[in-house]
């Protein structure tokens, strides 16, 4: 990766085909977001769309994803910030893009943790194609994230934590290919760079399995780190944990049940 931000590293590589496949394209894509920037994620640069933060979900997911995960994230308080704008294309009409389009959003949330509150800026600038409002074919998303920690002082002011690292935000590139019906006609790939501590490189591989069920590698620097199994967006089976030290704890395998942790012998994931 070509850049000053990256300090020269490549992207490790990983035991993975379809990862291995990409990953020079996501060293150019990343290096191109990094050397750009926010300036690369700049809304201004667009066409500002009339909605709110439901709507740009919808209009994002697409009818087909988003009924099958609706409960979800209604359940979910909105962001304080959530924002689209298109850069080519037109806006979601009735809720729906169609069309080849490329899009911006920008969302901010605040939790707050007793006497913490943390703040996630995120923003990904998305490029692919909608027919009758659902994505299909290949679409890329680069997505700039900062996570800022402050601590809250009786008076309400926020004094921010300072880590002794410099504050970096964590780039990504996410590749996803959709058939007619809207579903992963092979498997996702997401890498992630930070240049600050303590993340380095991070690969996400999700597969598909049948129209409800995905199997997600987790690879921090190269190697793998978790197996986590999911149905209809929960977590849904073993979750692995391949990190010695997360071993020596007792935390190797995990079982969840519909999103929820149970302690069990078997775990199914269908």
């Known amino acids: 990766m070509n850049s000053a931000y990256g300090q020269g590293k490549r992207l490790p590589p990983v035991a993975d085909p379809d990862a291995s496949a990409l990953i020079g394209r996501a060293e150019n894509d990343l290096a191109r977001a990094i050397d750009a920037g926010p300036a690369f994620f700049d809304l201004s640069q667009g066409t500002l769309c009339p909605l709110d933060h439901g709507g740009i979900t919808r209009a994002t997911a697409g009818p087909l994803a988003y009924a099958?995960?609706?409960?979800?994230?209604?359940?979910?308080?909105?962001?304080?910030?959530?924002?689209?704008?298109?850069?080519?294309?037109?806006?979601?009409?009735?809720?729906?893009?169609?069309?080849?389009?490329?899009?911006?959003?920008?969302?901010?949330?605040?939790?707050?943790?007793?006497?913490?509150?943390?703040t996630t800026?995120?923003?990904?600038?998305?490029?692919?194609?909608?027919?009758?409002?659902?994505?299909?074919?290949?679409?890329?998303?680069?997505?700039?994230?900062?996570?800022?920690?402050?601590?809250?002082?009786?008076?309400?002011?926020?004094?921010?934590?300072?880590?002794?690292?410099?504050?970096?935000?964590?780039?990504?590139?996410?590749?996803?290919?959709?058939?007619?019906?809207?579903?992963?006609?092979?498997?996702?790939?997401?890498?992630?760079?930070?240049?600050?501590?303590?993340?380095?490189a991070m690969t996400i591989v999700s597969r598909a399995i049948g129209s409800d069920r995905v199997v997600r590698d987790h690879y921090n620097d190269g190697k793998l780190a978790t197996r986590a199994r999911y149905k209809n967006h929960q977590q849904h089976g073993w979750i692995e944990n391949f990190d010695p030290g997360v071993i020596k704890m007792g935390m190797g395998k995990l079982c969840f049940q519909n999103g929820q942790m149970i302690q069990a012998v078997e775990c199914p994931d269908t």
């Open 121 to 200: 800026e995120n923003k990904q600038r998305s490029a692919g194609v909608f027919i009758k409002g659902n994505p299909v074919g290949e679409h890329l998303t680069s997505r700039w994230t900062l996570t800022t920690s402050f601590n809250r002082l009786s008076s309400g002011e926020l004094i921010e934590v300072k880590s002794g690292h410099p504050k970096l935000p964590f780039y990504s590139v996410y590749y996803q290919s959709l058939d007619s019906d809207s579903v992963p006609a092979s498997p996702s790939v997401d890498f992630s760079w930070s240049g600050g501590s303590p993340i380095g």
């Open 68 to 118: 099958k995960m609706a409960h979800l994230l209604e359940a979910e308080p909105p962001p304080e910030v959530s924002r689209m704008a298109v850069l080519s294309g037109a806006c979601p009409q009735g809720g729906m893009f169609n069309g080849p389009v490329e899009y911006m959003t920008e969302t901010k949330v605040r939790v707050v943790f007793d006497t913490i509150v943390v």
